[in-house]
């Protein structure tokens, strides 16, 4: 169980410094769109043998599961990536990273009232705690406190939701991981035509900026699902799902330590509440059923699900 644990604690930090390696990429001349359209076609790239192989096993999904990931991976992942990447040209990383986390309460009220899961005192308590943290890490918006960027990655947080829910469609019937190469796949070809069209998918960058863009592909993507998926079979979903609160937590102290930006006593109080609040969520969703595949897509890290 320990070896379970030390996995899921590398996932984290992993995601952790996800925002860290973007910022130092705009830096060094990338834009958002090709940093991610390079992330997800690098992680598609590795992925991708593994999608082969399992195919000849097992089969292609399903060609309503194979139109979801399409939608999936093009629409919702591309739209909930940019807004979350772009946030940071506005506002911390640690804020950004935070922020976020709102989508565990997000997601327990879309599923109260979808009728999903019946609200327990413990899940309003959760979203509760969750948005009074983040009223807390917010205060006054002002010249200190973007509201652009805060507007982003809170539409993140809600666009990775409706990823969520819409992904439970397709997690019991397509493994974890091909999910996560065809998912990344249709995110890349998505920013690919996204960038020609506007003009935005330039490679006039530093030498430099490949650095950050393997960094993010191979070690806040790749390595940080695997180990993830690992991890998850050692110990579980639920455990997973808590341990990986572990990642607004990296991104909090990475973003002070090489960036010099991070949150005011107070802002960290709020944080506090946003990670408890998300913690009591996910413990007291219903478990999963025995034998069956925790989710779908790789970046997040929550519900069964994993790309952010």
Known sequence: MLKGFVLIGLSATCFGFMTVFAT?????????VTLLFLRFAIAATVFLPYVIRHARGTGLPERADLLRLVVLGGVMY?????????????????????????????VATVSAAMGRDRPSLAIVGSILAS?????????????????????????????????????????????PVVMTGCVSAAAAVSFLLY?????????????????WVLALALVSTVVAILCFFLGMTLI???????GSMLEPVVGIVASAVLLSSGLTWLQILGASLVLAGATVGVLSR???????EPAPPQLSRDHETVPQ
């Not at 960038?195 to 650095?211: E, H, I, K």
């Not at 579980?236 to 808590?242: D, F, K, L, V």
């Not at 219903?286 to 069956?292: E, H, I, K, L």
């Open 78 to 106: 591309t739209a909930q990536s940019a807004l979350y990447f772009s946030s940071v040209k506005h506002i911390s990383p640690a804020l950004a990273a935070l922020l976020l986390y709102v989508y565990p309460a997000l």
């Open 195 to 211: 960038g020609v069209a506007t003009g935005d998918l330039r490679f006039d960058f530093t030498f430099r900026g490949w650095l």
């Open 286 to 292: 219903r478990p999963a059923s025995p034998g069956t």
């Open 131 to 175: 948005f009074a943290g983040v009223s807390l890490v917010l205060g006054r918006i002002g010249s200190e406190l973007n509201a652009v960027g805060v507007l982003q990655v809170l539409g993140a947080a809600g666009v990775y939701t409706a990823y969520i829910m819409y992904g439970d469609r397709v997690s019991g019937s397509v493994h």
């Open 236 to 242: 579980g979903p639920t455990r997973a799902s808590i």
């Open 24 to 32: 130092f990429a705009y830096r060094d001349g990338l834009t958002v």
